[in-house]
């Protein structure tokens, strides 16, 4: 009878023994069935290690273990804990000096993170498609967010960006669609392509004074982006081949809640596209250090009603304002010298023009189709008007020109230049000259 006692209660004693290791807060020989891969670092002493993966994807909680078979844990290797889609709350132990890449990446019920002061950079795709994820504590020894880490972390809906931090990769909070605002510290220099690509509910960004690189679509398709702040007192530094901030093409593309932006000085570069189909915007300030405007700039921005280009612009590129329906006033500055293809095309609000001295060239379908202009100013100094370029303009019936009616004839004119444009009357210092008058010569 003493016998079978002692074997059922060892059997007991082995059954909750496979019960702890195997269940989703066991530690499957002494380390919670985590495996280990030995490292060494440069510079560090005595044996280390890093946690590999996780044998139970079913845990709910992690415990790192300070050291495996005698070697000091330092660090979570890449895709440890990836998949574990019940763990909830994560806490990583001071002394962990590194989380590797997707090492939480598919965390489906990851809610809260907490990382240690000994981490100094968060890797690629650390925390991708973590969907729950609410709350994440950064250091303030964190500088450095790699591509990816934080993608579809869809239920986040702020996080705090250390002062320490330099450096936003790309992607890195794409698709974080509860992220409702968002302060990028003075320290950071760049925000890679795509880093906040369709963050639907972002409602306001704020450039740190240290930017000089705002990658493409980096804040595209934000709907619901109201304010961006980009400060002032930033400066183009010619001495080291800097030349100013640069906010790359489709930066703000997309941002159909977005109704004014002020671009201060010490912005040199606007990329192309960088906001068009902002279909809400409808109050600009250009900065005096643009000194290159991409194509595009404001395409389809059909609530713009009025701009004024710095005297520093000195073309109105391919497209800059194509289809802005509601543009009635442009002030071209002192520095234009060439208005480039389909730059106002469908600019159908459009009806008074004065271009500035120092103009050559009016490039192809540069106004085609503005219908409601009705008068143009052009200067002395234009050469070339390409083809098609007021092509539809229905309501074109005067063009005051700076020069004698010889200069006028003199001008490269293209092909149907002025194809559809109402029966106009050209005033030039010395007389007039009449569309009739320009077709029959032409007909010779």
């Not at 795709?125 to 993608?151: G, M, N, W, Y």
Request: proline share 4%; hydrophobic share 35%.
């Amino acid at each position: 009878m003493k016998k079978k006692i002692i074997i059922v209660s060892l059997i007991c004693l082995l059954f909750l023994f496979i019960s702890h290791i195997f269940s989703p807060y066991g530690f499957l020989s002494g380390y919670g069935g985590m495996e280990h891969r030995i490292i060494e670092e440069p510079g560090v002493s005595g044996k280390t290690c890093e946690i590999r993966s996780i044998e139970n994807k079913e845990i709910k909680q992690i415990h790192l273990p300070r050291s495996m078979n005698g070697y000091k844990v330092i660090g979570i290797g890449p895709r440890a804990f990836t998949g574990c889609s019940n763990l909830t709350n994560v806490k990583i132990r001071n002394g962990i000096r590194y989380v590797g890449s997707s090492a939480f990446a598919n965390c489906e019920k990851l809610e809260k993170v907490k990382l240690p002061d000994s981490i100094t950079e968060i890797r690629s795709q650390t925390f991708k498609e973590c969907p729950s994820l609410t709350e994440i504590l950064i250091p303030d020894c964190v500088t450095r967010i790699e591509h990816e880490a934080f993608q579809e972390c869809t239920a986040l809906p702020g996080i705090d960006l250390p002062d320490s931090l330099t450096y936003i990769g790309e992607n890195a909070f794409e698709e974080c669609t509860s992220l409702e605002s968002i302060v990028i510290p003075d320290r950071v220099t760049e925000i890679g392509n795509w880093s906040f690509h369709n963050c639907t509910s972002l409602k306001s960004v704020m450039l740190g004074k240290g930017m000089e690189t705002v990658g493409a679509r980096s804040f595209s398709s934000c709907t619901s982006l109201e304010h961006v702040e980009i400060p002032e007192g930033m400066t183009v530094d010619m001495s080291e081949g800097k030349m100013g901030l640069f906010i790359g093409d489709g930066a703000f593309s997309g941002c159909t809640s977005l109704t004014s932006v002020t671009i201060p000085a010490g912005v040199g570069h606007l990329g192309s596209g960088a906001f068009e189909f902002c279909t809400a915007l409808t109050d600009v300030t250009l900065g005096n250090d643009l000194y290159l405007i991409g194509p595009g700039l404001f395409y389809g921005c059909t609530a713009l009603e009025s701009i004024a280009l710095p005297d520093c612009a000195y073309d109105v590129t391919i497209t800059m304002f194509y289809g802005c329906t509601s543009l009635k006033n442009v002030d071209f500055g002192d520095g234009v010298y060439k208005i480039d293809e389909s730059a106002f095309a469908g600019c159908t609000s459009l009806e008074h023009i004065v271009l500035p001295d120092g103009l050559k060239t009016i490039d192809d379908r540069a106004f085609q189709d503005c219908t409601a202009l009705t008068d143009i100013t052009l200067p002395a100094d234009i050469l070339e008007i390409d083809q098609l370029a007021f092509f539809g303009c229905s309501s074109l019936s005067s063009i005051h020109y700076g020069g004698s009616t010889e200069q006028w004839q003199s001008i490269q004119f293209g092909d149907s230049w002025d194809n559809g444009t109402a029966n106009y009357t050209v005033y030039c210092t010395d007389g007039t000259l009449t569309k009739d008058d320009l077709t029959l010569n032409r007909d010779r």
